[in-house]
Protein backbone atom coordinates (compact mmCIF):
# COMPACT_ATOMS: atom_id res chain seq x y z
CA UNK A 1 0.00 0.00 0.00
CA UNK A 2 2.92 2.71 1.02
CA UNK A 3 4.33 1.80 -2.66
CA UNK A 4 0.90 2.41 -4.34
CA UNK A 5 0.52 6.05 -2.57
CA UNK A 6 4.71 6.31 -3.40
CA UNK A 7 3.58 5.82 -6.96
CA UNK A 8 0.55 7.79 -7.23
CA UNK A 9 2.63 10.76 -5.56
CA UNK A 10 5.15 10.51 -8.02
CA UNK A 11 3.11 10.55 -10.93
CA UNK A 12 1.30 13.91 -10.03
CA UNK A 13 5.08 15.18 -9.59
CA UNK A 14 5.93 14.23 -13.25
CA UNK A 15 2.78 14.85 -14.80
CA UNK A 16 2.59 18.51 -12.86
CA UNK A 17 2.67 21.49 -15.39
CA UNK A 18 1.13 24.22 -13.17
CA UNK A 19 2.27 27.74 -12.57
CA UNK A 20 2.36 30.00 -9.60
CA UNK A 21 3.70 33.44 -10.11
CA UNK A 22 5.48 36.56 -7.77
CA UNK A 23 3.05 38.72 -6.06
CA UNK A 24 -0.09 40.26 -7.63
CA UNK A 25 1.38 39.42 -11.23
CA UNK A 26 -0.21 40.29 -14.30
CA UNK A 27 0.83 38.64 -18.16
CA UNK A 28 2.78 41.80 -20.20
CA UNK A 29 0.60 42.02 -23.60
CA UNK A 30 2.44 40.96 -26.05
CA UNK A 31 3.65 44.28 -28.78
CA UNK A 32 3.84 43.85 -32.12
CA UNK A 33 6.17 45.61 -33.93
CA UNK A 34 6.34 46.88 -37.81
CA UNK A 35 9.37 47.12 -39.60
CA UNK A 36 9.37 49.36 -42.95
CA UNK A 37 12.31 49.12 -45.00
CA UNK A 38 15.08 51.83 -45.17
CA UNK A 39 17.97 52.22 -46.88
CA UNK A 40 21.12 50.31 -46.86
CA UNK A 41 22.78 53.05 -44.89
CA UNK A 42 19.74 53.32 -42.14
CA UNK A 43 19.52 49.21 -41.80
CA UNK A 44 23.33 49.30 -41.59
CA UNK A 45 23.07 52.62 -38.79
CA UNK A 46 20.45 50.55 -36.81
CA UNK A 47 22.78 46.94 -36.99
CA UNK A 48 25.49 49.00 -35.26
CA UNK A 49 23.30 50.68 -32.66
CA UNK A 50 21.99 46.96 -32.22
CA UNK A 51 25.03 45.20 -31.70
CA UNK A 52 26.04 48.11 -29.22
CA UNK A 53 23.14 47.71 -27.13
CA UNK A 54 23.34 44.30 -27.05
CA UNK A 55 26.97 44.60 -26.22
CA UNK A 56 26.27 46.60 -22.84
CA UNK A 57 23.78 44.40 -22.15
CA UNK A 58 24.43 43.18 -18.50
CA UNK A 59 24.02 39.43 -18.47
CA UNK A 60 23.42 39.25 -14.93
CA UNK A 61 20.68 41.74 -14.47
CA UNK A 62 17.54 40.38 -12.31
CA UNK A 63 14.78 38.45 -14.40
CA UNK A 64 11.51 39.82 -14.99
CA UNK A 65 9.49 37.06 -15.26
CA UNK A 66 10.02 33.71 -13.53
CA UNK A 67 9.84 30.58 -15.56
CA UNK A 68 6.21 30.54 -15.35
CA UNK A 69 5.92 33.61 -17.59
CA UNK A 70 4.86 35.55 -14.56
CA UNK A 71 6.01 39.24 -13.78
CA UNK A 72 8.51 39.21 -10.96
CA UNK A 73 10.08 41.99 -8.77
CA UNK A 74 13.26 39.93 -7.93
CA UNK A 75 15.47 41.94 -4.38
CA UNK A 76 18.72 43.23 -5.85
CA UNK A 77 20.22 41.05 -3.17
CA UNK A 78 19.23 37.57 -2.40
CA UNK A 79 20.72 36.96 0.94
CA UNK A 80 17.43 34.43 2.33
CA UNK A 81 16.00 31.90 0.39
CA UNK A 82 12.84 29.25 0.50
CA UNK A 83 13.15 26.51 -1.64
CA UNK A 84 10.11 24.18 -2.01
CA UNK A 85 12.05 21.39 -4.64
CA UNK A 86 14.81 19.55 -3.83
CA UNK A 87 15.57 20.04 -7.76
CA UNK A 88 16.00 23.74 -6.93
CA UNK A 89 17.46 23.65 -3.81
CA UNK A 90 20.35 21.01 -5.31
CA UNK A 91 20.67 23.42 -7.99
CA UNK A 92 21.28 26.14 -5.27
CA UNK A 93 23.40 24.12 -3.04
CA UNK A 94 25.68 23.90 -6.34
CA UNK A 95 25.74 27.37 -6.62
CA UNK A 96 26.80 28.19 -3.30
CA UNK A 97 24.12 29.02 -1.95
CA UNK A 98 23.18 26.26 0.92
CA UNK A 99 23.89 28.46 3.51
CA UNK A 100 21.37 31.54 2.38
CA UNK A 101 18.41 28.78 2.40
CA UNK A 102 16.35 29.39 5.41
CA UNK A 103 13.90 26.72 5.06
CA UNK A 104 13.04 24.31 2.58
CA UNK A 105 10.64 21.44 1.81
CA UNK A 106 10.80 18.26 3.82
CA UNK A 107 12.25 16.20 0.62
CA UNK A 108 14.74 18.69 0.43
CA UNK A 109 15.99 17.84 3.61
CA UNK A 110 15.70 14.82 4.24
CA UNK A 111 18.28 14.57 0.65
CA UNK A 112 20.67 17.23 1.54
CA UNK A 113 20.44 18.10 5.28
CA UNK A 114 24.17 17.79 5.53
CA UNK A 115 24.56 20.80 3.01
CA UNK A 116 21.85 22.93 4.37
CA UNK A 117 21.68 24.83 8.09
CA UNK A 118 21.20 22.42 11.17
CA UNK A 119 17.24 22.65 11.73
CA UNK A 120 15.90 24.93 9.25
CA UNK A 121 11.80 24.82 9.40
CA UNK A 122 10.51 22.78 6.99
CA UNK A 123 7.18 22.57 5.08
CA UNK A 124 5.37 19.96 2.78
CA UNK A 125 5.73 20.46 -0.64
CA UNK A 126 1.73 20.27 -1.49
CA UNK A 127 0.29 21.84 1.34
CA UNK A 128 3.24 24.66 2.95
CA UNK A 129 2.41 26.43 6.21
CA UNK A 130 2.24 29.43 4.50
CA UNK A 131 1.79 32.11 7.83
CA UNK A 132 5.24 30.79 8.90
CA UNK A 133 6.78 31.12 5.32
CA UNK A 134 5.48 34.68 5.35
CA UNK A 135 7.14 35.09 8.89
CA UNK A 136 10.88 34.06 7.32
CA UNK A 137 10.97 37.33 5.41
CA UNK A 138 12.93 35.42 3.03
CA UNK A 139 13.93 37.73 -0.23
CA UNK A 140 12.92 34.97 -2.41
CA UNK A 141 10.51 31.49 -1.92
CA UNK A 142 11.45 29.11 -5.36
CA UNK A 143 8.19 26.93 -6.22
CA UNK A 144 7.69 24.26 -8.56
CA UNK A 145 4.82 23.60 -10.43
CA UNK A 146 4.02 20.02 -8.47
CA UNK A 147 2.54 22.57 -5.39
CA UNK A 148 -0.16 23.22 -7.74
CA UNK A 149 -1.04 19.75 -8.93
CA UNK A 150 -4.39 20.28 -7.17
CA UNK A 151 -5.25 23.71 -8.96
CA UNK A 152 -4.92 25.22 -5.96
CA UNK A 153 -2.44 28.35 -5.47
CA UNK A 154 -0.91 27.10 -2.24
CA UNK A 155 0.96 30.00 -2.20
CA UNK A 156 -1.27 32.75 -2.14
CA UNK A 157 -1.20 34.50 0.84
CA UNK A 158 2.37 34.41 0.43
CA UNK A 159 2.36 36.67 -2.49
CA UNK A 160 -0.18 38.68 -1.20
CA UNK A 161 1.73 39.53 1.66
CA UNK A 162 4.32 40.85 -0.77
CA UNK A 163 6.78 38.10 -1.01
CA UNK A 164 8.60 37.98 -4.03
CA UNK A 165 7.40 33.58 -5.65
CA UNK A 166 9.39 32.30 -7.93
CA UNK A 167 7.81 29.64 -9.63
CA UNK A 168 10.00 26.88 -11.74
CA UNK A 169 7.50 24.36 -13.59
CA UNK A 170 7.86 20.76 -14.14
CA UNK A 171 10.82 21.23 -17.02
CA UNK A 172 9.78 18.60 -20.01
CA UNK A 173 13.29 19.15 -21.58
CA UNK A 174 16.73 19.01 -21.25
CA UNK A 175 16.98 22.52 -23.11
CA UNK A 176 14.88 23.59 -20.14
CA UNK A 177 16.57 22.22 -17.45
CA UNK A 178 19.61 24.51 -18.62
CA UNK A 179 17.25 27.64 -18.65
CA UNK A 180 16.45 26.81 -14.90
CA UNK A 181 19.52 27.03 -13.95
CA UNK A 182 20.29 30.15 -15.79
CA UNK A 183 17.41 31.52 -13.90
CA UNK A 184 18.03 30.39 -10.57
CA UNK A 185 22.26 31.77 -11.24
CA UNK A 186 20.57 35.39 -12.45
CA UNK A 187 18.14 35.62 -9.84
CA UNK A 188 20.64 34.74 -7.34
CA UNK A 189 23.13 37.19 -8.91
CA UNK A 190 25.30 33.71 -9.57
CA UNK A 191 25.16 33.70 -13.12
CA UNK A 192 28.75 32.60 -13.67
CA UNK A 193 28.60 29.66 -11.41
CA UNK A 194 25.24 28.85 -13.68
CA UNK A 195 26.78 28.97 -16.86
CA UNK A 196 29.77 26.66 -15.75
CA UNK A 197 27.17 24.29 -14.80
CA UNK A 198 25.24 24.34 -17.67
CA UNK A 199 28.43 24.20 -20.03
CA UNK A 200 29.52 21.36 -18.34
CA UNK A 201 26.35 19.54 -18.70
CA UNK A 202 26.36 20.51 -22.34
CA UNK A 203 29.81 19.63 -23.00
CA UNK A 204 28.38 16.28 -21.38
CA UNK A 205 25.67 15.65 -23.47
CA UNK A 206 27.66 16.50 -26.43
CA UNK A 207 30.08 13.68 -25.93
CA UNK A 208 27.38 11.22 -25.01
CA UNK A 209 25.78 12.25 -28.49
CA UNK A 210 29.43 11.46 -30.49
CA UNK A 211 29.73 8.07 -28.66
CA UNK A 212 25.66 7.04 -29.55
CA UNK A 213 26.25 7.72 -33.33
CA UNK A 214 29.44 5.59 -32.87
CA UNK A 215 27.02 2.97 -32.08
CA UNK A 216 25.67 0.24 -35.73
CA UNK A 217 21.76 0.43 -36.11
CA UNK A 218 22.27 -3.86 -35.09
CA UNK A 219 23.49 -3.10 -31.98
CA UNK A 220 20.80 -0.32 -31.08
CA UNK A 221 18.17 -1.30 -28.61
CA UNK A 222 14.75 -0.52 -27.15
CA UNK A 223 14.12 0.66 -23.37
CA UNK A 224 11.39 0.32 -21.10
CA UNK A 225 11.62 2.75 -18.03
CA UNK A 226 9.57 2.07 -15.28
CA UNK A 227 8.51 4.28 -12.25
CA UNK A 228 7.19 1.40 -10.49
CA UNK A 229 7.38 -1.72 -10.20
CA UNK A 230 3.71 -3.42 -10.94
CA UNK A 231 2.04 -5.48 -8.07
CA UNK A 232 -1.14 -6.54 -7.24
CA UNK A 233 -1.81 -3.13 -5.27
CA UNK A 234 -0.87 -0.72 -8.01
CA UNK A 235 -0.58 -2.84 -11.72
CA UNK A 236 -0.27 0.47 -13.54
CA UNK A 237 3.24 0.92 -15.16
CA UNK A 238 4.31 4.43 -15.46
CA UNK A 239 6.70 4.96 -18.26
CA UNK A 240 7.68 7.85 -20.04
CA UNK A 241 6.19 8.96 -23.12
CA UNK A 242 7.16 12.11 -26.18
CA UNK A 243 8.25 15.36 -24.49
CA UNK A 244 9.57 14.08 -21.38
CA UNK A 245 13.27 15.36 -20.85
CA UNK A 246 13.86 11.22 -19.81
CA UNK A 247 12.71 9.99 -23.29
CA UNK A 248 15.19 12.95 -24.39
CA UNK A 249 18.05 11.08 -22.68
CA UNK A 250 17.09 7.59 -23.42
CA UNK A 251 17.50 8.79 -27.58
CA UNK A 252 20.61 10.87 -26.76
CA UNK A 253 22.38 7.52 -25.78
CA UNK A 254 21.40 5.90 -28.54
CA UNK A 255 18.34 3.96 -27.45
CA UNK A 256 14.60 3.70 -28.63
CA UNK A 257 11.98 4.60 -25.55
CA UNK A 258 8.85 2.04 -26.07
CA UNK A 259 6.86 4.48 -25.18
CA UNK A 260 8.50 7.13 -27.05
CA UNK A 261 5.37 7.53 -29.60
CA UNK A 262 2.85 7.85 -26.30
CA UNK A 263 1.38 11.21 -26.78
CA UNK A 264 0.55 11.46 -22.98
CA UNK A 265 4.39 12.57 -21.60
CA UNK A 266 3.44 9.91 -18.59
CA UNK A 267 1.76 7.31 -20.02
CA UNK A 268 -0.01 4.73 -17.69
CA UNK A 269 1.04 1.08 -19.44
CA UNK A 270 -1.13 -2.27 -18.21
CA UNK A 271 1.46 -4.69 -18.04
CA UNK A 272 0.06 -6.97 -21.40
CA UNK A 273 0.76 -3.63 -23.59
CA UNK A 274 4.18 -3.36 -22.04
CA UNK A 275 4.87 -7.24 -22.31
CA UNK A 276 3.45 -6.85 -26.08
CA UNK A 277 6.67 -3.56 -26.44
CA UNK A 278 9.03 -6.64 -26.30
CA UNK A 279 11.56 -4.02 -25.10
CA UNK A 280 15.50 -5.04 -25.09
CA UNK A 281 16.05 -3.57 -21.70
CA UNK A 282 14.24 -2.52 -18.87
CA UNK A 283 15.38 0.33 -16.82
CA UNK A 284 13.57 0.61 -13.43
CA UNK A 285 13.70 4.09 -10.75
CA UNK A 286 11.80 2.13 -8.52
CA UNK A 287 13.53 2.52 -4.63
CA UNK A 288 10.77 1.08 -2.93
CA UNK A 289 10.48 -2.64 -3.68
CA UNK A 290 13.25 -4.70 -2.01
CA UNK A 291 15.60 -6.86 -4.54
CA UNK A 292 13.97 -5.04 -7.36
CA UNK A 293 15.91 -6.85 -10.26
CA UNK A 294 15.11 -10.02 -9.07
CA UNK A 295 11.57 -9.47 -8.76
CA UNK A 296 11.00 -7.95 -12.18
CA UNK A 297 12.93 -10.57 -13.47
CA UNK A 298 10.41 -13.15 -11.51
CA UNK A 299 7.21 -11.03 -12.95
CA UNK A 300 4.44 -13.89 -14.04
CA UNK A 301 3.83 -13.33 -18.23
CA UNK A 302 6.71 -11.69 -18.81
CA UNK A 303 8.99 -14.46 -19.49
CA UNK A 304 9.34 -13.78 -23.58
CA UNK A 305 10.26 -10.29 -23.08
CA UNK A 306 13.69 -9.93 -24.06
CA UNK A 307 15.13 -7.65 -21.24
CA UNK A 308 13.85 -10.88 -19.32
CA UNK A 309 15.26 -13.68 -21.47
CA UNK A 310 18.27 -11.56 -21.66
CA UNK A 311 18.90 -10.35 -17.57
CA UNK A 312 18.94 -6.41 -19.09
CA UNK A 313 17.29 -5.14 -16.56
CA UNK A 314 18.53 -2.22 -14.46
CA UNK A 315 17.96 -0.17 -11.50
CA UNK A 316 18.93 3.83 -11.65
CA UNK A 317 18.81 6.49 -9.03
CA UNK A 318 15.30 7.62 -8.62
CA UNK A 319 16.07 11.21 -7.14
CA UNK A 320 18.79 11.39 -9.75
CA UNK A 321 16.62 10.83 -12.40
CA UNK A 322 13.45 12.64 -11.41
CA UNK A 323 14.70 16.30 -10.18
CA UNK A 324 15.02 17.94 -12.93
CA UNK A 325 18.40 19.70 -12.42
CA UNK A 326 21.81 19.35 -14.08
CA UNK A 327 22.46 15.97 -11.99
CA UNK A 328 20.32 14.19 -14.86
CA UNK A 329 23.83 13.77 -16.74
CA UNK A 330 24.80 11.32 -13.70
CA UNK A 331 21.18 9.23 -14.97
CA UNK A 332 21.89 9.67 -18.26
CA UNK A 333 25.80 8.07 -18.13
CA UNK A 334 24.38 5.36 -15.26
CA UNK A 335 21.96 4.69 -18.31
CA UNK A 336 24.34 4.75 -20.79
CA UNK A 337 26.68 2.45 -19.09
CA UNK A 338 23.60 -0.22 -18.24
CA UNK A 339 22.95 -0.58 -21.76
CA UNK A 340 26.45 0.02 -23.88
CA UNK A 341 28.67 -0.59 -21.42
CA UNK A 342 31.50 -1.19 -23.80
CA UNK A 343 31.00 2.26 -25.20
CA UNK A 344 30.37 3.98 -22.37
CA UNK A 345 32.55 2.32 -19.98
CA UNK A 346 35.34 5.48 -19.73
CA UNK A 347 32.54 8.21 -20.12
CA UNK A 348 33.50 10.97 -17.24
CA UNK A 349 30.31 11.90 -14.81
CA UNK A 350 31.09 15.52 -13.66
CA UNK A 351 28.44 15.57 -10.88
CA UNK A 352 28.75 12.03 -10.01
CA UNK A 353 30.43 11.68 -6.73
CA UNK A 354 32.12 8.04 -7.95
CA UNK A 355 33.93 10.16 -10.30
CA UNK A 356 37.04 12.35 -9.71
CA UNK A 357 36.29 15.37 -12.11
CA UNK A 358 35.71 18.71 -10.05
CA UNK A 359 32.25 20.18 -9.90
CA UNK A 360 32.08 23.74 -11.19
CA UNK A 361 33.35 26.17 -8.75
CA UNK A 362 30.45 28.83 -7.34
Same mark, same amino acid.
Given at each position: ?156 ? *? ?161 ? *? ?6 ? *? ?33
Amino acid at each position: MKKKILSIVMAVAMMSTFAVGCGNSTTAENVSESVTEESAEAISEASALQTESTENTDVSAKPTTDRSGNEVTIPEEVNSIVSMAPSTTQILIDLGLGDKIVACDTYSYSSYADSLNADIPQFDMMTPDQEQIIALGADVVFTTGMSASHGDDVFAA *VKEAGVCVLDIPSSASLQDISDDIRFIGAATSTSDAAEAIVKEMEATIEEISKIAATIPEEEKKTVLFELFTPSADSPTIYTCGSNTYINEMISLIGATNVAGEEESQWPALTEEAAVAMDPQVILTADMYTDDVINVILSMSGWENVSAIKDKAVYQIDNDT *VNRPNHHV *VSAMIEMARDIYPDYYETTVDPFGAEDSKEQPAA
